[in-house]
């Protein structure tokens, strides 16, 4: 055992901005992955059998609460802990997370067979036992990847994420691989839910082999009581925080499901895909901050965190909205050039979802101070905040306004959400509240006015041209959009020091030859 604690001694922690690439590359390869299947599965399943699979994917994903959010307090702890060279303690929480997510398979399990009867009466068109093994498979891939989650958060914890992340991305080739062969071969939904039972299974076995083969063998130990329950207190506060975001990112897919017909849920999922890759780079910037906010703290205290507070927000919003103004302003363009067609309300759904979200990924960094600083109470109280409002005021507009009410609801809740979790943190912090506005202002203002021609060029050529004309407009703006945006803000010192470096090399080389 000693020769593996020496080998990860050894090994140094890897920089925030390479951490926080790495994590955020494995997700857009999967939505990459998803962006290119889309289509191929689309037209093999039909839009109402892809809206009962995504709908049984969006009810899976509830299921997940039961781990209590084992998998995700483990890089804070684990950072913290590794600051201080306590590595035993680093191995309770490995032994805390993995019997957590053992002690959640098996009810987990029962719940999907019993909920199969109900929700199948509730869609229509499809039987018991076809929603049995519909949801079995999606459960089945929620419990696989509570056990990799649980396994990554070791080399998660202690700042060296390349690894996992190289994991992850092979996980969702080898989903796409398998997915999309079994649609071309002329597969049926049930053979599409098994497919991809079977491409999570395999996805765990490599992740597994490569944290082994990077880390060595992960150092469990039987957890204390006391450190059992300081663990499961955090790791409770933040599964309030996804229980939130599932009620704000999911539910609006249920709830149109089950209101309005498994198609607009499909064209819903359809549109919620290409927003949340947007959203993915605030969010997995935001992950890879708290286990080095974590270690800061354990080193320094918290007043390590408010010297940072303002450079982080604007570093992470100036690679985090671009995506997400780009979205939106082709939101008509890309799902014509991408599906050859617009689903019912498609665009709206996406231009919504997309301008949403912006608030929401410049709440990131405020999120992972809380969590390092032990102040997560602050975020879970707003994220349950949020989740009642968008409860409110989707039920009480989705009647008058169906699909409208929806996305309004949601706008409302996400945005003012995610105002209140920054001004809480901030206060908590002692840090002036006008520092938030003043980090993401100068990336806002740069974002909008690029977006605008975008938009206009987007509105002309989603329809009356060929569907290549469209690839190629497409393409053409997402260059021009981000030679331009990417140009600016490195002149104004908005993005992390290493990607303005990049940039400036790029333009000495240019002007050299």
């Not at 955020?24 to 939505?31: D, G, Q």
């Not at 306590?86 to 929480?93: A, K």
């Not at 990799?148 to 690894?163: C, F, K, N, V, Y």
Request: hydrophobic share 55%; charged share 10%; aromatic share 8%.
């Amino acid at each position: 055992m000693r020769p593996l604690f020496a080998k990860r001694a050894s090994q140094k922690p890897s920089s925030i901005s390479k951490n926080a690439v790495s994590q955020t590359v494995p997700i857009f390869i999967a939505y990459g992955a998803s962006f290119v299947s889309a289509p191929i599965v689309l037209n093999g399943l039909g839009l109402r059998a892809y809206g009962i699979w995504s709908l049984t994917g969006g009810l899976a994903a509830y299921g997940s609460l039961l781990n209590l959010g084992l998998g995700r307090a483990m890089s804070r702890f684990i950072a913290g802990y590794d600051a201080q060279g306590q590595e035993r303690m680093i191995g309770e929480v490995m032994a805390i997370a993995l019997l957590g997510t053992l002690v959640v398979a098996l009810p987990l399990a029962a719940l999907a067979i019993g909920a199969a009867g109900p929700v199948a009466a509730a869609i229509g068109g499809i039987g018991t036992a076809k929603m049995r093994t519909l949801l079995l498979c999606a459960v089945g891939m929620t419990i696989l990847a509570m056990f990799g989650d649980a396994m990554t958060g070791w080399p998660r914890g202690l700042r060296r994420m390349l690894a996992p992340s190289v994991a992850l991305a092979a996980g969702s080739l080898i989903n796409f691989v398998l997915s999309v062969t079994v649609i071309l071969l002329g597969g049926d939904l049930i053979q599409y839910a098994l497919a991809n039972l079977i491409a999570s299974v395999l996805g765990l076995v490599v992740v597994v082999v490569i944290v082994f083969a990077t880390e060595g063998i992960p150092p469990y130990a039987w957890p204390s009581l006391r450190h059992f329950r300081e663990v499961i207190a955090f790791a409770v506060k933040g599964q309030l925080v996804v229980l939130c975001d599932l009620v704000n990112y999911q539910s609006d897919k249920i709830v149109i499901g089950l209101a309005i017909g498994p198609a607009a849920a499909g064209a819903y999922s359809i549109a919620n895909t290409v927003s949340a890759a947007a959203r993915t780079v605030g969010v997995y910037a935001q992950t890879a901050l708290i286990p080095a906010f974590a270690a800061r703290v354990a080193e320094e205290g918290t007043s390590g965190l408010r010297s940072v507070y303002r450079q982080m927000t604007t570093r992470s919003s100036s690679v985090s909205f671009p995506g997400l103004f780009f979205v939106a302003a082709t939101s008509p363009l890309l799902l014509s050039a991408w599906l050859g067609r617009i689903p019912m309300d498609g665009a709206a759904i996406l231009f919504v979802l997309s301008i949403a979200y912006i608030a929401n990924v410049s709440s990131g960094v405020s999120y992972a101070m809380a969590s390092a600083g032990n102040a997560l109470g602050l975020p879970a109280r707003t994220a349950i905040i949020t989740a009642l409002a968008n409860i409110a005021f989707t039920a009480g507009l989705a009647p008058l306004f169906g699909v409208w009410g929806v996305l309004s609801g949601t706008f409302i809740a996400l945005t003012v959400g995610a105002v209140l979790q920054i001004v809480l943190v901030q206060g908590h912090f002692d840090i002036p509240q006008r520092t938030h506005w003043n980090a993401v202002r100068e990336s806002l203002g740069l974002c909008s006015v690029l977006a605008v021609p975008i938009f206009a060029i987007s509105l002309l050529t989603s329809s009356g041209v060929s569907r290549l004309f469209q690839i190629g407009t497409l393409a053409l703006c997402g260059i021009a959009y981000g030679v331009l945006y990417f140009a600016a803000a490195a002149r104004r010192d908005l993005l992390p020091g290493a990607l303005t470096r990049r940039i400036t090399r790029v333009r000495i080389a240019a002007q050299r030859s």
